[in-house]
């Protein structure tokens, strides 16, 4: 796994990483969690974003597995403190 900076929270399950990613010919910057779905809009959908951000805003992260690339951000297990990321987000597991 490699660790990186949370530059920036997206939304309940994106964020921006620094230094970017590399995967075979890509490169990017954004990273989408999986092992949950957090709501896209409304008030859980801020509520969700706000949470991420608190939990991991300009903090370390691991990034895991890598499921592809979707839309320029990169799928993957995400771990905060030895934890998967979806850990920290019951209400959403998918």
């Known amino acids: 796994m490699e ?23 890509e490169t990017g910057d954004r990273v989408r969690a999986t092992g949950y779905d957090a709501p896209k809009s409304g008030s859980e959908a801020m509520a969700a974003e706000q949470k991420l951000s608190i939990l991991i805003q300009n903090r370390k992260v691991e990034l895991g597995t890598p499921h592809g690339v979707d839309r320029g951000r990169l799928v993957c297990d995400v771990y905060f403190q030895g934890m998967n990321l979806a850990d920290y987000f019951p209400e959403y597991r998918v």
């Open 3 to 25: 660790t990186f900076t949370v530059a920036a929270v997206i939304d309940g399950n994106t964020f921006a990483v620094s230094p970017p990613w590399e995967l075979e010919d």
